[in-house]
């Protein structure tokens, strides 16, 4: 039986934080899902800036070559969705200390909602602690390069984002 594990998240966009997480995993897992969360909530705080699909086709792009990374996506619950895919892991990224009580608390609540599925938590790498989405656009919206903490197709894509559209906000 192949030992699968989801890795779930929004990925907007995917970061080299993120790769780290999914590169290290590949030596515990035989496969890794990313899947793409979708923000049901209209309230949320968190605004995209590529949809479902570009980040999807971005995090393809990334390990077109690995082909033990797949990428999926949900709309609803992680725990449903480990249920549905039969998967028994779900990896969760630490950054820092600041992330674990929120990531312990996540867990707790799956482990309620699915019994049967292990969180992993991974620490990211030591350069990429303060690596996340949320900063990597705002830097970029205000003109800083984000180019050394996203791979190149995301760098691209957020270059061509930026020409196009105002993402300030």
């Known amino acids: ?19 780290d997480i999914i590169q290290r995993s590949l030596k515990v897992f035989d496969e890794v899902v990313v899947v793409v969360a979708m923000n049901l909530r209209k309230s949320s705080q968190k605004s995209s800036w590529f949809s479902l699909e570009e980040r999807c086709a971005l995090i393809r792009e990334v390990f077109k070559d690995e082909r033990r990374v797949k990428v999926d996506f949900c709309d609803g619950l992680i725990m449903d969705y480990a249920r549905k895919h039969k998967v028994h892991a779900v990896l969760r990224g ?9 990531e312990f608390m996540m867990a707790a609540i799956n482990r309620e909602l699915n019994e049967g599925v292990e969180t992993v938590f991974m620490m990211t790498g030591k350069n990429l602690f303060f690596v996340s989405s949320t ?35």
């Open 1 to 19: 039986m192949k030992r699968r594990a989801i890795y779930p998240g929004s990925f907007d966009p995917i970061t080299n934080g993120h790769i």
């Open 94 to 102: 630490l950054r820092a200390a600041s992330d674990f009580e929120s």
């Open 135 to 169: 900063v990597l656009k705002e830097v970029a919206a205000f003109g800083g390069s984000i180019k050394p903490y996203v791979p190149a197709a995301v760098w691209r894509s957020v270059k061509e984002k930026l020409k196009r559209e105002d993402l300030r906000g």
